[in-house]
């Protein structure tokens, strides 16, 4: 429903301003809701506090959009949140769900782990200026970090959330998960 996807829009700029980096409005299929897709909310005394956008096809499901807030943290509405998608994709017989990308031994990589989620490597191709030649970059297993990243990310979590909402949907296309 709208009204799920407006909840769903506020708890990701709140938590994009302490925990991600969150990059832009989710798409207009928010007002063209269908069998296709659902929302889960998490409320906590009636606030919502945790919401994930679940896409479906066939007898698979994806979570491309999922947050809490991180002041409910102690709580584990992240938990319940995964929990209810789980819950609702079995008894509607869907099969395999996609919990999306994760860098390897980060904290979503272990979040999505102890849900029995199996690491799938991924290619990923870049074309040159003239899209004429892919330039392909090998799967990798993690293991390299950039020394930079956390000291990017602290700044961003310091920045005001009018500038990282109009930042993030330019700077999202340059950033690995």
Sequence with gaps: TVKAAEEMHRILEEAGESVTLYHGKLPAAERRANQDMFIVIV???GKAVGAGWVLLCGDKAVIPWA???ADYNPLAPNMLLYWAIQSHLCETGVRQFDFGRSTYGEGTYKFKK?????PVALDWKEWDAQGVAPIVAPATSGGAK???RPLVESAWQKLPLAVTNSLGPRLRRYITL
């Design 146 to 148: 950039s020394s930079l």
């Design 43 to 45: 409320r906590h005394e």
């Design 67 to 69: 947050s809490t807030l």
């Design 114 to 118: 102890q849900w029995g989620a199996v």
